[in-house]
């Protein structure tokens, strides 16, 4: 089955830029009609979704955070990425991917990864 | 954006229904889908559309919705189906959201 996983430090200092990775296993990012999703959670707090690519390589991002934000994907690889920049203490998270699907009226994010924790601090 | 209300906290006694709500203007056109996040876990979809499971997701858990509101109902609660629980949905424009989630406890 479809098997997501994020990988990229764990500790990135103000004002850098946070990268992250997710490796999709099981299926590729290229097949279907999927999307591929960012979505991050402070430690104690709700969920936040930052943005998707298409596997066409469209975007869409979180209003919030669209001017720091960049989700790239790489079929080649079966990987997409995000980019956060300028970060600050108030993106410390555990930043998840997520498969979400769209049919008409109907969405959802269906596969998980198991999270990644990134700590801003200098 | 997406903006959706959930009360922070219900609780329902072992066995008995229990229904958490969602509210928020976007789902009078579009569906919510529902997640359940345990300490320590990722998020689980568990319902979707107009009352959806994905595989392996019991049939105690069932969805509906009615203008500017979505439910989530779990028939006979169990001890495990303890967790946060999160609504979502996207707006005309693309733009998903999250409800605040709502923490469910089992007495």
């Known amino acids: 089955q479809v098997q997501l996983q994020e990988s990229g430090p764990g500790l990135v200092k103000p004002s850098e830029t946070l990268s992250l990775t997710c490796t999709v296993s099981?299926?590729?990012?290229?097949?279907?009609?999927?999307?591929w999703s960012w979505i991050r959670q402070p430690p104690g707090k709700g969920l936040e979704w930052i943005g998707y690519?298409?596997?066409?390589?469209?975007?869409k991002y979180s209003p919030s955070l669209k001017s720091r934000v960049t989700i790239s994907i790489d079929t080649s690889r079966s990987q997409f990425s995000l980019k956060l920049s300028y970060v600050t203490a108030a993106d410390t998270a555990m930043y998840y991917c997520?498969?979400?699907?769209?049919?008409?009226?109907?969405?959802?994010?269906?596969?998980w990864g198991q999270g990644t924790m990134v700590i801003v601090s200098p | 954006s997406s903006e959706l209300t959930q009360d922070p906290a219900v609780s329902v006694a072992l066995g008995q229904i229990v229904r958490i709500t969602c509210r928020g203007d976007?789902?009078?056109?579009?569906?919510a889908s529902w997640y359940q996040q345990k300490p320590g876990q990722a998020p689980l979809l568990v319902m979707y559309?107009?009352?959806s499971r994905p595989s392996g997701i019991p049939d105690r858990f069932s969805g509906s919705s009615s203008g500017n509101a979505a439910s989530l109902t779990i028939n006979g609660a169990q001890a495990e189906d303890e967790a946060d629980y999160y609504c979502?949905?996207?707006?005309?424009?693309?733009?998903?959201?999250f409800g605040g989630g709502t923490r469910l406890t089992v007495l």
């Open positions: 997520a498969r979400s699907f769209t049919s008409g009226w109907v969405d959802g994010f269906d596969i």
């Open positions: 099981g299926g590729s990012v290229s097949s279907g009609s999927y999307d």
């Open positions: 690519v298409y596997n066409s390589g469209g975007t």
């Open positions: 976007n789902l009078r056109k579009y569906y």
């Open positions: 559309g107009q009352d």
């Open positions: 979502s949905s996207r707006d005309s424009g693309g733009d998903h959201g």
